[in-house]
Structure formats: structure tokens, C-alpha cells
């Protein structure tokens, strides 16, 4: 199913990210601890995004009716 | 269970209680304490210190703390009047000092001398030494400007007075011919030229011939302006008896009282007699014309008009050797001016702080009192130490730490990235001292709101460049002085990078790049119900594959159905992103009062969490229900049947579930925490009355602070505060999600613009063919979308994410009533200097 695998896509990106985050600057304990936020909290809020959108277009209701002289 | 009485009396429960009670005033700070900390999460440990300093290392002291700028002093003597503080006398020679440099500042770009921004750094001066410098150098700069003044004052006499020996020269010849003649004659006919027009004919001249009195003559300049009105009174005051020639002069002249250029006319008069010299000698002086003798002799008029020039030369020499001079000493202070501005800034500054300290006649020595915080200590005794053996001072610096009550100031320890989002979140109102700090989830959701409501990946990408520019010249921006809205771009230089990144992802998502879609990530889901594509503009196209797996179909845009479609999507969006923020918000104030969040999320979600739940369950099963029915009846009847807006099974019961525990939730909110706060008052106060008992050593302060502290426990008053708290949450509930709606608006704002742009002033100027066209076209495009879109649209959108942070997701949580930490340090000094 697209909508599982993009969203596993997404939390190994996100996973990928903080390490990263925790090889390039790895401060103290609680200097991480704020990183580890920051990119969760970017992570959750890209996958929110493409999530809504992605459910929008799932089951669509409406279809594109071409306007005239396309 | 023993009553209280009982538990006093046993010394081992009395620990337990005082135990207890610690343990409660910690949880009611930190609320839900169990995670482990975080950077920026709350604001930094604070404590008050207190140091008693011996008076001979005071200064050195006050200037190492300043350098570590990590203490925010308290004013001991604010009683007290400016002039009788100690230092009353040091802080006016520095004000003095001030001034001095502010006049060279004059001076020197009066005359045009810029001053070097980095001087050259020598050694530190003491104040004296510094001040007896500059009192001498404004002796001396102000002995050279008189001086000079004085040379030009008669420079320009000089120069007037050859002027008129040029001039008057001339015409003094035919003038004199002329008025001899005339007074030799009778005949009233009189010279065209000349304006002295006699009143009474006859009888003045023959009086006049009678006397044959010598013909006198004044010579001199007067202001082009007044020429006339001086002629006419002279005229009149010596009833019409003179000869008045002018001449104006083409250029205009220096005139030695004011040192302006004025045009000036050089006149002669010829008169007779001593009373009408006495006359026109008073006129001129009236109208401050300036008289210069003349000789009749041809001789000495040329003699008289080498001397002067030879003068002339020599004078302007003397001046240049003068300005010149005044020229090397501006620009020796210009070098040192920036230090020793900084020294007396500095100076100043650590006197100001001297003054706010106690001081103690009998045991010499000053008592500071200020905040700071608690991982500062180390540095802060160090440099005590150092400041005390610097000054070779017998006793050291005492450090101790004072018990207090009272509310510390909040700092949080940002770098140049954080700062900014802090800046923001401070700017609606500092928090509390150690409360949750929103400015965590700020730097996310902050950028990530903006770019819902901006999203379009070629405008993304503009910002982008943009902000990396400005983030590359970083240092250089930093030194030099940048106008107000510059100044702005750049502080805030880190949030626009975030906003354009996530623009350039919102872009992506929603498939607009300058409002044109492409398919980046495979084919478009929709395609022609048969090959000949004859009913695609009345039923439409059909979804032959699956779902395009990275946002916004690409076929969408330009269809008639777009707006229905993607209005659905982004309202629908706006909602599902608005209740998880709010949800934050609530779980935020979990930490910083326990529990009170429990009926607030109840009330949330049982509605709008259920909303969103709906939304989601109507995307997954692509079903027709009616979701404004059924929000709407969930209300007005909810034990009717659902029929075909049925979603799930057994929804009915759900909702009438739901409804119930919103219901519930409300007093939840509003009675308990009242009557909780009540009984802790209660115990409280009756814990203290006994640890007055073995009070150990506290503060002076500390026993003002437990009064301040224990206020009257007005249960009528909380209760309404309570009340009100309950009915704005609940009537909150409903229009915060509703604001959330803006998202949806500014976003179809920017991708409508967008559109037009680029249809009818793009796509119309292709259309005609023409290569001026297009350029025109082109050249109006990119104006407009910078203009209208890449800035209005910026700050736009940048508004109202500010806003829905600030209201929507801050009012969940968040007090800001705390008060800055303003800490004395030289570096935060510089800077206030230089923005001022």
C-alpha cells in the first residue's frame, strides 16, 4: 500500500535525520535532547502534511472536469 | 488518623512533613518533572548573590564582572537621589568627558574628517589621564577655531575694502565732475541717472553755494536687498542733497560679521557739509553697511590697492596654515576617538553600577546585591579572586548566596539560530521564570505554518537564495550599521531560512511551481474515460491508477472542479493541523500545572478531535457522509438516526459517549482546582507557623518575602478567575479551530495570485509573438511577483502564523508575565550604544 510505505519512508528519514543531527553536534545531554525535538517535531509535522493530502486523493468524491478550449 | 497536633509533636513526622511540603512546591514548579531536561525548555537557574567587596577592588571588580556580563545588579540605594550617591562626582566628570567628545565629533565632521570605526588599540588609560588629554585638546581646538575666525573676519574686510577701491575708483571720477558741476550750476535740471532728486530746489542750493563748503563723500557696501530702501532714506534724511552711485557686484561677497555670502552693492555718496555726513554716516551704521575710507589722489588709490592685496595674500596663507593645522589635530583624535569613547562609556557605566551598591562607612567596603545564574558561579568567584589580587587588596571578595522568595528573572541561553524564534515568542510577553517555553516548538512550527500558507516551490526557492546571500555576508552585515527594515531582515535572517525551506516542501506538495504543476514524482492518477476524451468537460476525467504518491495530482489545476476540490482539501487541512497544535498546547500546560489539562483535552478532542477523526475516516473510506449534518445533529439531536452519514459502526453511541464526557468536562474544568488550592493554603500555612520555630539564618530579605508571599486567599476571587479560565477555553475551543481557517484562506490567496501572474501577464505576452512584448511582459512579471508575492505575501503569511502562535497555541499554556534578564555587561553596552 502507497500510503504504509511512504509513511515508513518517512520515519526512517526522520530516523536518518537525527542521527545526524547527533553526529554533527552532539552537545550534552540536554543541547540533544532539544535537537531530537526540533527534528521530530519537523518530521511529524512534513508527514502530517503529505498525509492529509495523500488520504484527500485516496477515495476522491470529485474527479478534474477540463474547463473549455484546454 | 492522627490529627495535626499529634504530628507536630513527633520530631521525625515534622521531617516528613517538611519533606512533604518541599516535594509539593517542586511538582508545582516543574508540573510533570519526570522528563529529563532540555535546552531552552525552561529558562536557566537563577539565584540571589550577594558579594561584599573591600571599596580598593570595587572598580576593578565591577569591570571583570562586567567583562563576564552574567549578573543583572539590584539597585540598594534607589531611595536615594542621582546627587547623593557616592560616585555622584565621578559620573559628572564623565558626563563632562561626554561632552568634550561630542564636540570634537563636531568638529571633525564639520570639516569633513571621518572617524577611523577601529582605532588603534593602545594600552589602557586610566580616566584622569584621559580627561586631563581632552581638556587640553578642546583648549586648543577652540583657541584654533577663534583664531580663525578672528584671521577671516578680516580676510573678508580686507577683501571688501579692495573691492570698493576697484569699484568706487572708477566712477568716482565722472560722479565727482558730475555733483561739482551741479553744484556749481543752478539749473534744476539734473542727470538722468541721478536719483538725488532735491526738494526744495532754490533755496537749499543757493544756501549751499553761499557756504562752498568741500564735497565729502562716503564709500562702502550695503546688501543688495536693503540697496533700495537705503537709497530712498538717505534721499529723504538729506532731502534729495547728495550724489548716491551704485554698482552691484556680480559675485557675491563674504561679509565679515556673519560670515555668509550676501550680494552687496558698492555705493558712493557725495554730500556737503558736516551735518549731512553725521547723517548718512548714522544711516549706514543702521542698515550695518560697511564704510571704507577712500582717498581722492590717483596715487595713493593704486598704492592703497597693492598694500591691501599684498595683505590679502598674506593672510590667506596664515588661514591655510591654520586650517591646515586645525586639520592634523582633528584627525590625531579622529584615530583615538572610537577608544576613548569606550573608555568613558565603559567608565560611566561601571560608576552607574557603583552607585547602586550599599556602602558600609565603619568596615569599608561595598555590599552588592544581584541575580545570576547558578552555572555562572565558578566564573563569577574567579574573577573576584582575580580583581581582588589585581588591586593588591588585603581581604577578598565575599560570595555568598541569598534565600529568596521572590521572582527571578528569566533568561534563556539562546545562540545566533535560537535567538530570533526567541525573540519572537518574547515579544508577546517574556515567560515566566521556569515555565514551559513555547520558543521549542516555535522554531518548527513556525516556519511550517508560514509555508502552508505560502506554499509555492519557485517562490521557495527565491527566498532561499535570497537568505543565503544575506547569511554569507553575515559578518560583514553584523559590523556596518543597516537601515531600520534591513536591520529586521537580518536579526531575523534564520527564520526566513527555515521558512523557505519548508516553502520550498509545502511547494512540492502542493504542485505549484510559480502556480505551474508539474508531475515530478510519475504520471498524473487521472486520465480520459475513452480515447477521444469527449466528455472530459462535463463528467470529467476518471482515476485509473493509484493515488499520485507526493501531493497534489498534477491534473488538477486549470480544471473547473480545482476550487471545490483543493477549498475541501485545505479547509479540511487547516483543521487537522489546528487541533494537533492545540492538542500540544494543552500537553504543554501538563508541565506546568499538573493536571488540570485532563478536562481541557477531554473537551477538545470529544469534539474536534472527533471532527478530525471524521475527516480522516471520510478520506480513508471515501464515503458521501455529510460531516457539517453530522457535527451539527450531534448537537441538536443526538439520539436521531444517522442513516446514510453513518461512517463507522455503532457511531451513534459514540457520540452520544462523546457528548457526555464534553459535557462533564466542563465543571471538571471549573470546580476542582478552587477548592484544591484552598486546602493547600490551608496546610501551608499551617506548616509555617511552625517552622518559624528553627528558623535558621536567612536573608534580610527572607522574612519580606514570606510576607509578600502569603497574600489573602481570596476563595471568591479565584473562583471567578477559574470561571472565567473555563468559559474562554470552552468558547476557545470552537473559535481557535475556526482561526485555524486562515491557513486555508492565505494559501488559496498566494496559489490565486500566483495564477494570475502568470496566465495573464506571462502567458498573454507569449501570446502575441512579439520579442518587446515579451520582454515587457517578462520584465512586469518578475516585478510583480516580487513585489506582491515574494514581500507582501511574506509578510503576510509571517503575520498570521505570528498570530495563530500567539493566540491560538499560547493561550493553552502559556503566562509570559515574567521579566527579562538584563545583565550588566560591556558587551550588550556596545551594542545598545550603537543602535541608539
Known sequence: ?70 | MSTLSDTYKDPINLEVLRRRQRMRQKMAKHGGGCIPPMDLFRSEAMHLVQLIVPIESAHLTVSYLGDIGLIQFKDLNAEKSPFQRTYASQIKRCGEMTRKLRFFNDQMSKAGITRSSKSVARADMHLEDLEAKLGELEAELIEVNANNEKLQHGYSELTEYKLVLQKAGEFFKDAQISASARQKEISPDLPAESLATPLLKDHESSHDLSKQVRLGFVTGLVPKEKAMAFERIIFRATRGNVLLRQVALEEAVVDPTSGQKVQKNIFVVFFSGERLKSKIVKISEAFAVNRYPFTEDMGKQTQMITEVSGRLSELKMTIEAGLQHRGTLLRRIGEQYEQWNQVVHKEKSIYHILNMLSIDVTKKCLVAEGWSPKYATKKIQNALQQAAIDSSSQVGTIFRVLHTKKLPPTYFRTNKFTESFQAIVDAYGVAKYQEANPGVFTVVTFPFLFAVMFGDWGHGICLLLATLYIISKEKKFSGQKLGDIMEMAFGGRYVILLMSIFSIYTGLIYNEFFSVPFALFGPSAYACRDASCSDSTTVGLVKVRDTYPFGVDPSWHGTRSELPFLNSLKMKMSILLGVAQMNLGIMLSFFNALFQFIPQMIFLNGLFGYLSLLIVAKWYTGSKADLYHIMIYMFLSPTDDLGENQLFENQKTVQLVLLLLSLIAVPWMLLPKPYILKARHKTRHQDESYALLDDNDDSLHGEADRDSDDQEFEFSEVFVHQLIHTIEFVLGAVSNTASYLRLWALSLAHSELSAVFYEKVLLLAWGYNNVIILIVGIIVFIFATAGVLLVMETLSAFLHALRLHWVEFQNKFYEGDGYKFRPFSFALLNNEDESS
Open chain 1, 1 to 70: 500500500m502507497g500510503f504504509m510505505l511512504t509513511t515508513l519512508i518517512f520515519i526512517v528519514i526522520g530516523m536518518i535525520a537525527c542521527l545526524c543531527t547527533r553526529i554533527c553536534c552532539n552537545k550534552g545531554p540536554s543541547a540533544n535532547l532539544f535537537h531530537l525535538t526540533l527534528v521530530t517535531t519537523a518530521t511529524v509535522c512534513c508527514w502530517m502534511m503529505w498525509a492529509i493530502v495523500y488520504l484527500a486523493q485516496m477515495n476522491p468524491l470529485i474527479v478534474p472536469i477540463l474547463s473549455e478550449g484546454e
